[in-house]
């Protein structure tokens, strides 16, 4: 049987460009899609066929995260890889002198910190059955308290920081089970998370993603390295 992984976020962007790359690699891939309008999955899902099985998934909706679950216990009976990649970005702009929206902030928590908890503890079962037992999660250096540098953003920053904690917590207790997990800086990837298509940034979600797929496939379970880059350099927390 072939080694099985769980993105969520695949819709677009980097978590696409996880799909294409595990894909590639011959693994039977469970993507997880919120943004049905989307329609790349669907085209993917035409060259893989079988391999490709697309999960309908709101990450903030324990009923949607459940059903996702289900659905990979029926169809492997087991997880090799999980990969939380859905996350949402809101306006940056908010700062001690002007104006804060505490309800997007409640959002950002929800769905950055909240969502890969709520994964995470559905599909963890399958995980332990699995081959690789990686858990992965996409972070970002903006979650990092050593190195943190911004005047503003606090939801998103603070979402992430709650998310790297989690992390920290979560090897502690499934280290026993042989589960590494990990969080991954994934760069400056030039995606959708801002809404619009972000041309700034410095990397191709393809080349971020490939990199990721290295680190997680040699990622050493008793490393003590958990916070890198899709490059393998470890991040401070």
């Known amino acids: 049987m072939k080694s099985t992984i769980y993105i969520t976020g695949a819709d677009r962007g980097l978590g696409l460009a996880l799909a294409k790359v595990f894909l590639e690699a011959n693994f039977k891939v469970f993507a997880g899609r919120y943004l ?6 669907g085209e993917l899902q035409k060259l893989y066929g079988e391999d490709l099985e697309i999960l309908t998934l709101d990450v903030t909706d324990q009923q949607s995260v459940d059903a996702a ?19 949402i970005y809101k306006d940056r702009s908010e700062d001690l002198f002007g104006e804060f929206n505490y309800e997007d902030m409640l959002k950002l928590y929800d769905t950055n ?3 890969p908890l709520r994964v995470s503890k559905s ?8 081959t690789h037992k990686i858990l992965a999660n996409i972070s970002s250096e903006a979650g990092s308290i050593a190195d943190s540098w911004r005047k503003k953003e606090y ?3 603070m979402s992430k920081a709650a998310l790297n904690m989690q992390l920290t917590i979560m090897q502690n207790q499934v280290d026993e089970d042989g589960i590494k997990v990990l ?4 760069g400056y990837v030039k995606t959708y998370i801002f809404g619009e298509f972000n041309q700034d940034a410095t990397l191709d979600a393809i080349e971020s993603a490939t990199g990721i797929k290295e680190q997680i496939l040699k990622s050493p379970m008793h490393s003590d390295h958990m916070f890198i880059d899709f490059k393998g350099n470890k991040m401070n927390w």
């Open 36 to 41: 049905e309008n989307w329609l790349e999955l």
């Open 69 to 87: 679950a289900n659905v990979i216990e029926e169809r492997a009976g087991k997880l090799d890889i999980l990969i939380n990649n859905a996350a």
């Open 113 to 115: 910190a909240l969502g």
């Open 123 to 130: 599909v963890v079962p399958l995980l332990r059955k699995g």
């Open 155 to 157: 939801g998103y920053c």
């Open 183 to 186: 969080a991954f800086h994934p």
